[in-house]
C-alpha cells in the first residue's frame, strides 16, 4: 500500500531526522531499495523521474511493478512512490498512474507562474490525498537535461510557495545534482536558515545528496531538512560492483553471464549504498 509522503516526513522533521529519496532506474534497484527499507525499519521514498519513467515504458508500469513488489516481498514500512523532478503534464500523467507523491519542478519559471501552476497542482493533490513537493531557486547540476549552477533561492519566494498548501519544500541552497565539482563552494546554511525560520514546520528537501560531507548533511538536518535524495551514488556503487564482477572474468564461469548472476553484485551494492545512507539520515528504526 502505498502513502503519500506527508506523514513520514512530518514525523521526521519533528524527530529531526530525514527520509532518504533513492532513485528507481529498473526492478533491480526498485528491490534493492525496498528490501533494506524494510530490513532497517525504515521509511523510504522511492523517486522516479520522467527520463526514468520513459526508461521503464510509462508511470503505469511503474506502479505495477512497485505495487506488485511491496505485496509479494510483504513490505510494511511506509513506502512513497514519487514523481521527481516533474513538469506539469508529467505530475498530472502520475496523479492519474498511482503515484502518491509528486515534484512539480517550476524553478525556471518566472516566480509568478510557478505560483499560479503549484496553486492548481495543490488543489489536485489535496483532493487525492497525495504529497506534493514544490522547488524554488534550481538545483545545480543536471537533471534530465537541465542543467543549473547551483543556485541560492529567494527565502521570501520560498515563503510564498511554501505558503500555498504544499507538503514540502525543495529550496536551492548551492546544491548539485550529480557529482561535486572541486571548486564547490559548500552548503549555504545561512540561507536554509533564513528559510526555515519563514516556512515554519514544513519539511524542507535537499536534491543532490550524493558527495555532500556527513557533518553538512548533519547540520542541514538539524535545521528543518527532512528529507534527502540520493540517485548518483547508487548507481556509482552498482557500476563499480559491476565493472569487477566482470573484470574478474566472473561472467565467463560457469553460468555468470545469466542476468540474475550477472546483476546481483550490483544490487548488493546498492543496498549497501541505501543502508549506509539510511543510518546517516537518521531513518533507521523510524517505520516501527
Partial sequence: MLVSAQEMLQKAKAGKYAVGQFNINNLEWTKAILSTAQELKSPVILGVSEGAGKYMTGYKTVVGMVKGMMEEMNITVPVALHLDHGGYEGCLKCVEAGFSSIMFDGSHYPIEENIA???ELVKICKEKGLSLEAEVGSIGGEEDGVVGAGEVADPQECKSIADLGITMLAAGIGNIHGKYPENWKGLSFETLDEI?????????????????PEDMIKK?????????NVNTECQLSFADATRKYIEAGKDQQGKGFDPR??????????????????????SVGKAE
Fill in 196 to 212: 526555515q525560520k519563514l516556512t515554519g514546520d514544513m519539511p524542507l528537501v535537499l536534491h543532490g545528496g550524493t558527495g555532500i
Fill in 220 to 228: 542541514a538536518i538539524s535545521l528543518g531538512v527532512a528529507k534527502i
Fill in 261 to 282: 548472476k550477472l546483476l546481483a553484485p550490483g544490487t548488493e551494492a546498492i543496498k549497501a549504498t541505501v543502508k549506509e545512507k539510511m543510518e546517516l539520515f537518521g
Fill in 117 to 119: 501552476k503549484t496553486t
